[in-house]
């Protein structure tokens, strides 16, 4: 392709050069606005600059790949819901036996559940969990969550939903489910393999001499309160005993306004009942003090210092206390629902999961029977709004719009780059080095791929490289031209495992560590570079070779 005009070429160029800065380092001094607001600032002044026109801009929008990347985000909410990611949590700490084997697990279970639900979404919710279990067993942090995160980028190659830049492969490339998955997974397994080698032979010393200390204590499993309360967002949860009374009053409110209008005697009983639950809390919360006093300043009668050794005698035996609320409880739940509400509740909750487990597993078995991938997400996700029978806008808050407005600024700057024919002439220089049907060819095209995913990131270089490494592929057989969007695909994810800035699963492992409450840990550049140089290398080169 010749070079556009000279005035294009450099206008361009700056567009996308503001573009990759604010991508790459987000929070630079003199224009912190973050990755979002630079993929549109690059795209604005692709189309101010006249590299391209307003149409142009719009028609560069990959729509398919936006609903494809919204459908999974909104399934993967309804599923963290329906406590999914709690029973992936579980499985890290299952019937334990060391810190070798909490390793593969993590490993595992990042890889499977990254190619499910993508890799962001695994890091987010796996990376306290991981911390959890470590603290407990008295575990150095850093072994595991560099097995979380890059295990994570890994498994996320063999699905195209894996991860952002495979959705921008599948929907260019046209390739199905089902031979996406199988033409990678080969790589995956060995890589995960591969990967655990690595960090076995790194680490192996630190888990040793830690395995000891781990026998002579005695280990916990993580909480079911640790895990069944984690949300994408952090949230602050209240103390049991501080909201036990909010949670006491609203059931006999709830059970009031059940009850029918005839029922004035019933009405006022669980009145009477709330009445004397909040004061038997009162009394239970209340200091040995301000009874002493009270009883002290009292002109009392014989009720009011019956009242007082009452009261000391319920503050010194708190268990008959509560024994004689869940009594009172049960009397209300009897004498107005007729029937346990916890039961009904549960046996909701039950199908409700289940339903949302069955349609997941009616959008995967569509994903591989080749139907449109982008609409069967966004059908599975419109299902499970329907299922739930809710208001929905609580769960679409958690969908990162902000990363939907990124990747539309992107593909609008990308394709403003392109058309200034820079890519396209160094594409012509470096393409004769960089044929696919060779050994050398195929090293040589892996290195530029892992240099532009760490410089350039990786979507932005699946944008820019994908069409022109697929006709080249083209021009020698049709099963090349396939070959070379599954080469892309994997060795621009595993290039996210060379550095930290490589992968945004990176980031999000470093940043959830470093602001976990009371456990918080601090994954440096050095130590993510010093095992991810080697793992990237390994597993690149191995995968290349089982790539179908």
Request: aromatic share 8%.
């Amino acid at each position: 392709m010749v070079l556009a005009s000279s005035v294009k070429v450099v206008l361009g160029s700056i567009a996308f050069s503001i573009f990759w800065i604010l991508a790459v380092f987000p929070s630079i001094p003199f224009l912190p606005v973050g990755r979002t607001a630079g993929s549109l600032l690059g795209a604005m002044l692709m189309v101010i600059f006249r590299v391209m026109t307003p149409d142009q801009a719009y028609a560069a929008i990959d729509l398919p790949i936006l609903g494809l990347l919204f459908g999974t985000m909104v399934v993967s909410v309804y599923l963290e819901r329906a406590d999914m990611f709690k029973y992936l949590g579980n499985l890290l700490s299952w019937k334990s036996k060391g810190a070798k084997d909490l390793l593969c697990r993590i490993c595992l279970v990042s890889a499977i559940s990254s190619a499910l639900f993508t890799n962001d979404t695994s890091c987010v919710v796996l990376t306290e969990f991981v911390l959890k279990i470590a603290r407990q067993h008295n575990l150095p942090p850093h072994p595991f969550l560099l097995a979380l995160a890059s295990s994570a980028n890994i498994g996320s190659s063999a699905t195209p939903i894996g991860n952002p830049q495979n959705l921008v492969i599948a929907g260019q490339s046209k390739i199905s489910f089902g031979d996406f998955l199988f033409g990678i997974l080969p790589a995956m397994l060995v890589g995960i393999v591969v990967n655990i080698a690595i960090l076995m032979c790194m680490y192996w010393k630190l888990l040793s001499s830690t395995q000891k200390d781990e026998e002579d204590a005695t280990a916990e499993v993580v909480g079911e309160e640790d895990v069944n309360f984690h949300r994408f967002s952090p949230a602050t949860l209240s103390h049991f005993s501080s909201a036990n009374s909010q949670e006491w009053n609203s059931r006999l409110e709830s059970l009031n306004m059940q009850s029918s209008p005839n029922m004035n005697g019933h009405t006022n009983h669980a009145e009477t009942l709330r009445n004397r639950i909040t004061s038997n809390e009162n009394e239970i919360h209340s200091g040995t003090t301000s009874a002493y006093e009270s009883a002290r300043d009292s002109n009392a009668s014989k009720e009011e210092t019956t009242a007082v050794s009452s009261q000391k005698r319920e503050e010194h035996v708190p268990s008959k206390r509560i024994a004689s609320m869940d009594k009172l409880r049960d009397v209300v739940v009897q004498e107005f629902s007729g029937e346990k509400p916890e039961f009904s509740t549960k046996w909701k909750r039950t199908l409700w999961k289940s339903s949302v487990y069955l349609v997941t597993l009616g959008m995967l078995i569509a994903l591989l029977m080749g139907l449109n991938m982008s609409w069967t997400a966004i059908t599975a996700a419109l299902a499970l709004v329907v299922l739930d029978f809710k208001d929905a806008r609580p769960c679409l808050e958690k969908v990162s719009y902000s990363l939907l407005i990124f990747f539309c600024g992107m593909f609008i700057t990308v394709d403003g780059f392109n058309k200034t024919g820079i890519p396209s002439a160094l594409w012509d220089l470096m393409e004769p080095h960089a044929h696919i049907d060779s050994a050398a060819g195929t090293a040589v095209l892996a290195v530029v791929i892992l240099v532009l995913s760490n410089l350039a990131s990786n979507v932005p270089t699946v944008l820019l490289l994908g069409g022109r490494v697929a006709a080249s592929a083209a021009a020698i057989s049709a099963a090349d031209e396939k070959k070379a969007w599954l080469f892309l695909a994997w060795v621009s994810t595993v290039a996210g495992n060379l550095s930290l800035l490589g992968s945004a699963a990176n980031l999000i492992v470093c940043e959830q560590a470093r602001r976990a409450p009371q456990f918080g840990y601090n994954l440096t550049f050095w130590k993510h570079l010093k095992f991810g140089v080697p793992s990237t290398i390994l597993v690149t080169a191995v995968g290349l070779m089982l790539i179908r």
